[in-house]
């Protein structure tokens, strides 16, 4: 089991390029995540999905856009890339969400650098 | 507003030292926390998660957590730290949405 792998590692944009960050798991899991990670702040979410086909905005999803095509594989865009979305963006996955305590812990993939000049 | 707050942002620690790191968080009802451990370089792993039960609850290499719902707090321990546990810890908490709070992180450094 790979787990949840994301690719590329390390990108450099410049400001108004787009790119696409790629995720995938193995896991068969329903529900993926995109979060960024930066200095002082912790993990916030851009954006999540509960299922093939489906996405929904989190706390931070302006400036990108997510498809989720195939379970496996969850994708944010960047159309137009900022300065200010220079950050790790982290991908997850989990079994089942919510209280109940049985598979809801999130498994995360290694993380992308993107610096955008 | 939801949210989970970690009071130490950076701790320095000698090898043998005990540890614990604070996690506060602020829900209405059912709740369930998480603590990850981010090691230099790497992604983020489960050390530990409560759901019910026993509020005493321990992880892997060590760690345990309590959880004190009088308090709202959820800290991370460990009787003796070592120099490979140099790294980042997050709190996170869940309320039966599909969203996860994370706290911002403290950062652990163990001298050897």
């Known amino acids: 089991n790979a787990g949840v792998t994301q690719t590329p590692k390390f990108r450099v944009l410049k400001t108004g390029q787009s790119m696409t960050l790629l995720c995938a798991q193995d896991m068969n899991h329903e529900y993926m995540y995109w979060y960024r990670q930066d200095p002082g702040m912790g993990l916030r979410l851009i954006h999540y999905?509960?299922?093939?086909?489906?996405?929904a905005k989190g706390e931070v999803p302006d400036g990108y856009n997510v498809s989720r095509l195939k379970k496996q594989n969850f994708l944010l865009g960047l159309e137009s890339a900022a300065p200010s979305q220079t950050s790790v963006y982290f991908c997850?996955?989990?079994?089942?969400?919510?209280?109940?305590?049985?598979?809801?812990?999130?498994?995360f993939g290694p993380g992308t650098r993107l610096t955008v000049l | 507003a939801q949210s989970v707050s970690q009071h130490n942002h950076h701790v320095i620690l000698s090898e043998a030292a005990s540890l614990e790191l604070g996690c506060n968080y602020s829900y209405g009802g059912t709740v369930n926390l998480f603590w990850y451990v981010q090691y230099p370089g790497q992604h983020l792993q489960l050390l530990l998660k409560?759901?019910?039960?026993?509020?005493l609850v321990k992880g892997i290499k060590g760690f345990e957590a309590e959880f004190i719902k009088s308090k709202f707090s959820f800290n991370l321990r460990k009787p003796s730290v070592q120099w490979s546990d140099t790294a980042e810890y997050f709190c996170?908490?869940?309320?039966?949405?599909?969203?996860?709070?994370f706290g911002t992180g403290t950062r652990l450094k163990v001298l050897a």
């Open positions: 996170a908490a869940t309320s039966g949405t599909y969203k996860y709070i």
């Open positions: 997850a996955s989990s079994y089942s969400f919510g209280t109940s305590g049985s598979g809801n812990e999130q498994f």
């Open positions: 409560y759901f019910s039960g026993d509020p």
């Open positions: 999905s509960v299922g093939e086909g489906t996405t």
